[in-house]
């Protein structure tokens, strides 16, 4: 209890993005409960320790001190440990043992504090005769709540517990629905606990064995049930969001594809790939391309959107845009031999630029993105993309390896193709957002840069990469041979870009765009074992940003045990939320149409620019309202 009070205010503290009531309190019940459990664990092991040293000792007096030596023993072996065996950020079964070490001295330290403030209630009990009841005041939440002030008064002159940035969620009706989330679990486990203890007395009575024996086999039984009931949800739910994923949006007819999208458009006249297994995300893919001219037949109140009028230049090209879904073809094999046809077919290889595109889990591809790239390039821009999951991209993790390796092979199978071609070769660039980042990155796995110039890969632009991705930790930590550090850049935005450029005095060649706000990109399981470099010493500090991401970590923001998970969970989370039209936490539209300009170089006016800027926003303004699907990457 003394190190669940300590640790609860601090899961107060602002993180990333603004917490309702109720993710406040399944933070603080989640972190809260949880230190309570593991607390409780380490506690028995240390009084198990004090009762083997103290057996058959005849004194009162060390049996009661036994247990307070063995818990201050326990805080400089912790602290020993923990000094002994330094962070390490790929390194799960250090990161444990560290745990353990925090856990071992935290629990020692915690229990001793309570074991003398008990000794000293009792003695000022005693001394003013007050008959036991100042000594049955319970003293756990007290003493912790005082360890959790001194702490953060030590902390003070480092300003670790200043509030300013994001908002703090209304404490009382947090602490409510906190207290509503361990009561929950702790009556579920109370209750789980009385049936097998029951059913183990009554079982024993007529079969062999005794209680102990049956009541570990209920506990067996019972965690077992639960893991069957989680399979049959998870598995069902799945089915579910799948079916969701392929089913034709309302507003679409069977002819749809025949009608509204050109023929160097997959799905359209002449496609080898079908329209009704495209998709869900791949047919409004599809619908979403950008005309070079004006439709004759274009109904009256839509506005000319074309690729001309935009940019007040003709187009050079029509756009190829080829997309194969799942369905299209029964294995990665096939769907890239087909991808690699309908390249064919749409004569993407005779434009100047040919993009390689990893979709998020659902196959969607940004729509801004694409369209923004065919505004640029005059339509003289040809795009390829295979769709490897109809899950959304967290519940699409498992599929990285299969995403990767499909998306390895067509792009090598593109580098043969343009090698093998006469003439003039189109730029080959890499576009990923979300999961989809971290798919393509995946492909270049352990090759630092020196993969990307390998594969023939001239530029590339990621927005918002998860934290998970291994190719962005190789290449952003520490020194690898196979890393040119000045091709690589991680920005919060345009302006943080464009001084890079200038202090470097060449463009990188590979950036990642991460708003220093989404949760998506700091998110990850070592944070329950490691301190990220996010929140070490070079963190970005805060500062606005007029129009754009806010840039920097909160200043009271600081590597929690467990509470840090949790806020970072709720943070992703969070950063997915669909909202208007913009660039903060893990929407990145307004980002687009500069970074796609200076990063792929294609150049454009100011004016333009402006143009393409306000005719994405009605673009994403219309289709919002055709379609109703969620803009912005939670795909």
């Not at 009792?122 to 049955?136: E, I, K, N, S």
């Not at 079908?274 to 439709?295: I, K, N, T, Y």
């Not at 969607?364 to 295979?386: E, I, R, S």
């Not at 990642?512 to 944070?527: A, Q, W, Y």
């Amino acid at each position: 209890m003394v190190v669940a009070a300590a640790m609860a205010p601090g899961t107060f503290a602002p993180s990333l993005t603004a917490r309702s009531a109720v993710d406040q309190g399944l933070v603080t019940g989640l972190a809260t409960g949880l230190h309570y459990l593991l607390s409780a664990g380490t506690q028995d092991l240390l009084e198990a320790a004090a009762q083997t040293l103290t057996r058959g000792t005849p004194s009162p007096w060390l049996r009661r001190a036994g247990p307070i030596a063995v818990d201050c023993a326990a805080v400089p072996l912790g602290l020993a440990s923990l000094r002994a065996l330094p962070p390490r950020a790929e390194d799960p079964l250090r990161g444990a043992v560290r745990q353990a070490a925090w856990r071992l001295g935290a629990t020692g330290f915690g229990s001793a504090l309570l074991g003398g403030a008990r000794i000293a209630t009792q003695a000022l009990d005693d001394r003013l005769g007050l008959h036991g009841r100042l000594a049955a005041v319970p003293l756990a939440v007290p003493v912790g709540l005082a360890v959790a002030y001194v702490r953060d008064r030590l902390r003070a002159e480092e300003h670790a517990e200043r509030t300013d940035g994001v908002g703090v969620a209304p404490p009382l009706s947090s602490l409510g629905v906190a207290a509503g989330v361990v009561g929950s679990l702790a009556g579920a486990a109370y209750g789980e606990h009385a049936l097998t203890d029951l059913a183990a007395r009554r079982v024993a009575a007529v079969l062999p064995g005794s209680p102990e024996l049956w009541r570990l086999a209920g506990h067996t039984g019972a965690l077992a049930g639960l893991g069957l009931g989680v399979s049959a949800v998870w598995h069902r739910a799945m089915r579910r969001i799948e079916a969701r994923t392929t089913a034709d949006v309302p507003v679409l007819e069977p002819d749809e594809g025949d009608r509204w999208v050109p023929p160097t458009v997959s799905g359209g006249p002449g496609s080898l790939v079908a329209w009704e297994r495209m998709g869900r995300d791949g047919r409004l893919h599809a619908l979403a391309s950008v005309r070079p001219e004006p439709l004759p037949d274009r109904p009256d109140g839509v506005p000319d959107l074309s690729i001309g009028t935009v940019m007040g230049t003709p187009a050079r090209a029509t756009p190829a845009q080829v997309y194969v879904g799942l369905d299209n073809a029964p294995t990665p094999r096939a769907r890239v031999d087909l991808a690699m046809a309908e390249l064919e077919r749409t004569g993407a290889f005779d434009r100047s630029l040919l993009v390689l595109v990893s979709p998020t889990g659902t196959g969607y591809v940004n729509y801004v993105a694409v369209a923004a790239l065919q505004y640029l390039a005059l339509g003289d821009v040809a795009t390829v993309t295979l769709q490897y999951s109809r899950r959304p991209s967290p519940l699409s993790l498992g599929m990285v390896k299969t995403a990767r390796e499909q998306n390895r092979l067509l792009w090598l199978r593109v580098l043969q193709r343009l090698r093998e071609r006469p003439g003039r070769r189109p730029r080959v660039v890499v576009f990923g957002e979300s999961l989809g980042a971290h798919t393509s990155q995946d492909v270049f796995l352990h090759w630092g840069t020196l993969g990307l110039d390998a594969m023939g890969i001239d530029r590339a632009l990621w927005i918002g990469t998860p934290y998970g991705s291994g190719w962005m930790r190789q290449v952003t930590r520490g020194d690898r041979l196979d890393v040119d550090t000045d091709a690589v850049a991680v920005v919060n935005d345009h302006d943080q870009y464009t001084a890079l450029v200038g202090r470097r005095g060449r463009s990188p060649r590979f950036v990642l765009l991460s708003h220093d706000n989404d949760g998506v990109t700091k998110f990850g399981p070592d944070l329950l074992w490691y301190p990220p470099d996010w929140l070490g010493p070079t963190r970005p500090r805060p500062e606005p940003v007029p129009g754009g991401s806010p840039r920097g970590i909160p200043p009271a923001m600081r590597w929690r045990p467990l509470t840090t998970f949790f806020q970072s969970l709720v943070d992703m989370k969070n950063a997915q939320t669909s909202g208007p039209f913009g660039a903060t936490q893990h929407d990145y539209r307004a980002d687009l149409t500069r970074f796609l300009s200076d990063v792929f170089e294609l150049p454009a006016s100011e004016e333009q620019l402006l143009r393409v800027e306000r005719t994405l926003q009605v673009r994403e303004t219309v289709r919002e309202r055709m379609f109703a699907v969620v803009p912005g990457a939670v795909g």
